[in-house]
T-cell receptor
Framework: EPEVTQTPSHQVTQMGQEVILRCVPI?????FYWYRQILGQKVEFLVS????????KSEIFDDQFSVERPDGSNFTLKIRSTKLEDSAMYFC???????????????FGPGTRLTVL | AQSVSQHNHHVILSEAASLELGCNYS??????LFWYVQYPGQHLQLLLK??????LVKGIKGFEAEFIKSKFSFNLRKPSVQWSDTAEYFC????????????FGKGTRLHILP
């Protein structure tokens, strides 16, 4: 069964450094998402992406964050200058278009645990 | 704005006990409703979903949920829990569009005593 994959599974970085989290969505999916879960808290929406542009972003997704689909298969989240409070599990998700049906189950990847020291 | 409330933050049950986890959402339009489970050290997995039709939805591992539109609720139930059900359970909602964020509740940590 196709699944969303994410790399790396765990990233440790120093405060102020740039990180890039990578995701490979399911191949026929067109809508892509990033969520994050700070330890002990709920999963929060960061950004949605469709047709090579951001569809919606949350207040969390400030100028330090960016997303890209560089090569038609990968979907990346970049944090330019990491802060301690960026430490969290980051989940990628994707869904397909269904030709007019309101059916949009999102499939989640296993997550990347980002630790900022 | 949409929000999801889960009534219980931490539930402890013995094996074979019945389970009901409460979930209410705030959105008046068409919604899709989900329960996700996160086993210790693992990623989010979809337990069950409601898009339309029969409001009583059956999911994996013997779980079911009932959508009661008048109460804006989507409670999760299981008649007899097992030790392996120990996990965190998230209720979630999104609007009936193809491209819309999922709003998660804060989660309920379920601990089953063997």
């Amino acid at each position: 069964e196709p699944e969303v994959t994410q790399t790396p599974s765990h990233q440790v970085t120093q405060m102020g450094q740039e990180v890039i989290l990578r995701c490979v969505p399911i191949s026929n999916h067109l809508y892509f998402y990033w969520y994050r879960q700070i330890l002990g808290q709920k999963v929060e929406f960061l950004v949605s992406f469709y047709n090579n542009e951001i569809s919606e972003k949350s207040e969390i997704f400030d100028d330090q964050f960016s997303v890209e689909r560089p090569d038609g298969s990968n979907f990346t989240l970049k944090i330019r200058s990491t802060k301690l409070e960026d430490s969290a599990m980051y989940f990628c998700a994707s869904t397909w278009t269904s030709g007019g049906l309101l059916y949009n189950e999102q499939f989640f990847g296993p997550g990347t645990r980002l630790t900022v020291l | 704005a949409q929000s999801v409330s889960q009534h219980n933050h931490h539930v402890i049950l013995s094996e074979a006990a019945s389970l009901e986890l409460g979930c209410n959402y705030s959105y008046g339009g068409t919604v899709n409703l989900f329960w996700y489970v996160q086993y210790p050290g693992q990623h989010l997995q979809l337990l069950l979903k409601y898009f339309s039709g029969d409001p009583l939805v059956k999911g994996i591992k013997g779980f079911e949920a009932e959508f009661i539109k008048s109460k804006f609720s989507f409670n999760l139930r299981k008649p007899s829990v097992q030790w392996s059900d120990t996990a965190e359970y998230f209720c979630a909602v999104n609007k009936g569009n193809r491209d819309d964020k999922i709003i998660f509740g804060k989660g309920t940590r379920l601990h089953i005593l063997p």
